[in-house]
């Protein structure tokens, strides 16, 4: 370790950078980062650390004990390429100031201690995780929320609700309601810029599987990474949203990856690729299991399903998300898993047939979660599965291999609903959350704080406030 520290700051100096910023997550997600000149860069700050007040950051401590610090991951300095003074980067693990032992509520570290939980386990040696990255570019948002005044408005220069507008570089190639999916220039207007994200999330040492349009019409796009350990993906994907957000923002465009921005248009989701490897051996794959699983893939699948609801309130954490999951979109609203079906909460990809490629797909979540808590808490459903032998077919998670909508409504009221509001999910997460104390890896005081944040806070805050479209529905009563 003291060879790579020493080795990352000769580096910077010979490299002229100016600036060293040190990046963490709180505990709901949040991007934070400070920021210090090269001249403060040394070997007792990998050590020491830099210290903050933790009391100002959500979820992490008392205004009484707030004091913190920050020791950067060296495998981490990546240089930045949206400074104008050239400046190197690193994630940051949080530490308590006197002890300097990991703080419990820090979410790397618990995405750290989840992975070496199933070292442990002897269940298997890493898991591999591939997270689907689903956001809007558009061009102009504005809202405002005061006593007397709820409201919001967002353009595209795609969308087709400005086929009709008289203004220069109107040219037509709109593209329809959901009608987005694979569209091609000039309708796909986004294709540079999402190819100059990629580009930037490559070089930030994150491979790419592809990017693409997606289904809803006014700037959707999606980018697909290739899969990797779970802490590194947890750090990817925090990167992944920096570089997007901050690429468009030099663009003049602004993205976001706020799971339900449009009202009947297609939502974002965050699916959630993943498997178990042992040496070299993928234990998800068995040639003769249905859709190539083995058995301890089912009782993985059967643990995750079994805990959905209340892992979906750590995956989809926002009174939004709900309005990403509700029928008639491709978003699941049933807990069941199944082979190439978009309707099930866990699909098997009917491309990956292969040993190396075989996996399966949570699709509920969105990019409103923690990513560090919720691959964490993913993993552990699913080892909870394992560990108890569950069989998703006794439990009527399936398989199945139809489109669920379409059954008559006793067969659906058959199968698990997925939480209808963050309400109901928290409730479910406060009666069901043992399979995330093992092992102290959630500290002990986790389930209250968040139940509390999302499940009463936030979503009454949403709660009391009248909605526009009650004005025009209710006014003349």
């Known amino acids: ?69 920050l020791l950067p991951d060296p495998s981490t300095a990546l240089p930045d390429p949206f400074w104008s003074t050239k400046t190197l980067s690193f994630i940051c693990s949080v530490h308590e100031a006197d002890t300097l032992e990991p703080f419990v509520g820090d979410p790397r570290a618990i995405a750290l201690k989840a992975e070496q939980y199933l070292r442990d386990s002897g269940i298997a040696d890493q898991s591999s995780w591939a997270p689907e990255f689903e956001f809007y570019i558009f061009n102009r948002v504005s809202y405002a929320n005061d006593v007397n005044l709820a409201s919001y408005r967002i353009d595209s220069e795609e969308a087709d609700w400005n086929s009709g507008v008289d203004a220069e570089g109107n040219l037509g190639h709109k593209i329809g309601r959901k009608g987005g999916y694979h569209a091609t220039p000039p309708m796909d207007r986004m294709f540079d810029l999402r190819s100059l994200m990629v580009q930037r999330i490559e070089e930030a040492g994150i491979p790419v599987r592809y990017h693409h349009h997606e289904v809803g019409g006014p700037g959707q796009s999606e980018i697909e990474i290739m899969m990797g350990s779970l802490a590194k993906i947890g750090d990817a994907a925090q990167r992944i949203k920096y570089i997007v957000k901050m690429t468009a923002h030099q663009a003049g465009k602004s993205v976001t990856f706020m799971p339900k921005p449009l009202f009947n248009e297609a939502g974002s989701g965050m699916h959630f690729h993943q498997t178990l490897w042992k040496g070299k051996q993928n234990l998800f794959y068995d040639e003769k299991g249905y859709a190539g699983l083995s058995e301890l893939a089912k009782s ?35 807990l069941f898993y199944s082979l190439g ?78 939480p209808t509001s963050l309400k109901e999910a928290c409730e479910a997460l406060s009666h069901d959350n043992e399979f995330l104390k093992i092992g102290s890896i959630f500290p002990e005081d986790f389930i209250s704080t968040w139940v509390q944040k999302k499940g009463e806070e936030e979503y009454n805050e949403v709660r009391r406030r009248p909605h526009p ?9």
Not at 301 to 321: C, K, Q, R, Y
Not at 345 to 369: C, L, M, N, Q, V
Request: without cysteine.
């Open 300 to 334: 993985y699948v059967a643990g995750m399903l079994d805990h959905g609801a209340a892992l979906i309130a750590l995956t989809n954490p926002s009174t939004n998300s709900y309005k990403r999951l509700v029928p008639g979109f491709e978003a699941p609203v049933r």
């Open 1 to 69: 370790m003291n060879d790579i520290i020493h080795d990352v700051i000769t580096k910077a100096k010979s490299d002229n950078v100016i600036t060293v910023d040190l990046q963490f997550t709180n505990l709901f997600g949040g991007w934070h980062h400070i920021t210090i000149p090269i001249s403060q860069l040394s070997e007792r700050i990998f050590r020491e650390g830099v210290a903050f007040d933790g009391s100002s950051i959500p979820g992490f401590k008392r205004q009484e004990a707030g004091d913190m610090v």
């Open 469 to 477: 479209y009650e004005i025009g529905l209710y006014y003349d009563v």
């Open 341 to 418: 079906n978009r309707s099930a909460a866990i699909r098997i990809p009917k491309y990956a047939t292969s040993h190396d490629e075989k996996r399966i797909e949570f699709r509920p979540p969105d990019a409103t979660s923690n990513v560090y808590l919720a691959l964490a808490a993913q993993l552990l459903a699913g080892v909870d599965g394992i560990q108890k032998k569950l069989n998703p077919s006794e439990m009527n998670f399936g398989p199945f291999d139809v489109d669920v909508m379409k059954l008559s409504r006793a067969e659906q009221e058959r199968i698990h609903q997925v």
